[in-house]
């Protein structure tokens, strides 16, 4: 006698991949379709990785920033970080250390980490040459780059959403 279940096809045929998908999740308690679920937990890992980036990125820059004060002051620079583009340049890197220390906690390779961290740098730099030429003063600089670097992250991360709309594992 052949038996079949509305989960098993007969023996030597395979099951439409729509009924596959049905059968995997139709256990499910949440009476939400599986395929808006799948979409919206992307979403919300998307936005809470973009959260989690931002805020390595401000404790990158508050617990580092003492540490170059310091070591330009023994180098007997104690002005450098008076100076936009060296500000500009150690505020990125602040943000780029505690963030990306953040991503590969999170599970994350180096290729992601480095193009995120180029996130960092890469809306100062547009601004740089506007600056050396006078036209631009350096606080507005700091201001824009920030500015620009937000949503050059988020578009990263839209970009790639297949790295950053998914959970991660804690530790590499």
């Known amino acids: 006698m052949n038996h079949t279940s509305p989960t098993r096809p007969p023996q030597g045929q395979t099951m439409p991949r729509d009924i596959q998908f049905r059968t995997l999740t139709h256990h499910s308690p949440d009476p939400t379709p599986a395929p808006a679920r ?21 404790i990158g820059m508050i617990v580092l920033h003492p540490l170059w004060a310091v070591s330009f002051n023994a180098l007997g ?29 999170r599970g994350h390779s180096w290729r992601p980490i480095a193009e995120m961290s180029a ?9 740089l040459v506007p600056v050396w030429a006078g036209a631009m003063s350096g ?17 990263l991360m839209v970009w790639r959403r297949a790295e950053y709309g998914h959970e991660h594992g804690h530790g590499h």
């Open 119 to 127: 996130t960092m740098y890469l809306p100062f730099a547009v601004f």
């Open 77 to 105: 620079l104690p002005d450098a970080l008076d100076h936009a583009t060296v500000m500009a340049l150690v505020m990125a890197t602040d943000m780029s250390l505690g963030m990306g220390a953040w991503m590969r906690h």
């Open 38 to 58: 799948v979409i919206t937990a992307g979403w919300r890992a998307l936005a809470r990785h973009y959260l989690e980036m931002v805020l390595t990125m401000v």
């Open 139 to 155: 606080d507005t600089m700091i201001i824009a780059g920030h500015a620009l670097m937000l949503p050059t992250m988020l578009a």
